[in-house]
């Protein structure tokens, strides 16, 4: 009995004692940034970012969050990491961070707004739902860009508009201009999750790589793969194309972070 009760008591004042640290954080970040948390604790942790709650994950003994900006945030916002405790009230600490102003550009898409081809409610269902859905297992590895040889030719969060400036969409990822038929690789190891052949995006792939984070390659001339497959960066998942609503020979990369569309250009450096 005294054996327990010397185990139990020192369970509870490790409990008391032990407090989270966070080490390291994004402070400064723009609309379409990803904001990295990494801290240290002996309990689990959540962030809660935007109005929105976060897991961390365990990565090389520590926990690692990463929180997604949307577009259309800027200033002043607070990041509060909670560490929960058994047997006690949980303890918070809280971080400010800086969403910094950014700029866009504008866009002209010669096609009026109302002569845009029509989708299914079926399949915009299907592309929210997966953009959304992601597993916690860690597939991926280091990202990279998924194209050997390419040209940028659109920004994240371009301003698209039709010939009478009225808003189309907002561009919810990057532009890779490269040669019809030129190889497309996953931007890193991960799941095919929906292929679709959609009258906007063309031929594409979505692919889950584990913890929040999918991956978008839209507007592709041939896929190579199918959904259940697990793919690494060596594998070849289609060819470069201009299908769906497209201009000329192009991948379309997006990046989605719990289902918020953020800056490839800079997810592909922080992930």
Request: glycine share 8%; hydrophobic share 40%; net charge positive.
């Amino acid at each position: 009995m005294i054996f327990f009760r010397t185990l139990f008591f020192v369970f509870f004042f490790s409990c008391w004692l032990s407090a989270a640290e966070i080490l390291n954080f994004t402070k400064y970040t723009f609309p379409g940034g990803v904001v990295k948390v990494i801290a240290r604790s002996s309990h689990r942790l959540r962030a809660f970012f935007l109005g929105k709650t976060y897991p961390f994950f365990k990565e090389n003994g520590v926990f690692v969050a990463r929180l997604p900006v949307p577009l259309g945030i800027e200033g002043k916002t607070s990041l509060v990491v909670e560490e929960r405790i058994p047997f006690r009230k949980n303890r918070k600490i809280e971080k400010e961070i800086v969403v910094k102003a950014k700029k866009f550009r504008t866009s002209v898409i010669p096609v009026e707004r109302g002569k845009l081809p029509s989708v299914s409610k079926k399949e915009k269902m299907s592309v929210r739902k997966k953009i959304r859905e992601s597993t916690k297992k860690r597939f991926f590895g280091k990202f990279s860009y998924p194209l050997k040889k390419y040209n940028v030719t659109s920004e994240f969060g371009v301003k698209r508009v039709d010939k009478n400036g009225r808003v189309l969409w907002r561009h919810k990822g990057v532009d890779l201009a490269a040669p019809a038929g030129a190889p497309v690789f996953p931007a890193s190891r991960g799941k095919v999750s929906l292929v679709l052949n959609s009258p906007l995006m063309g031929k594409s792939i979505f692919i889950d790589h584990g913890q929040g984070i999918i991956s978008v390659y839209m507007h592709l001339g041939r896929i190579n793969v199918k959904t259940g497959e697990i793919v690494t960066e060596k594998d070849e998942i289609g060819e470069v194309g201009s299908s769906g609503i497209s201009t000329g020979s192009h991948l379309h990369l997006g990046i989605y972070l719990f289902g918020v569309p953020v800056d490839p250009v800079y997810a592909l450096k922080i992930l």
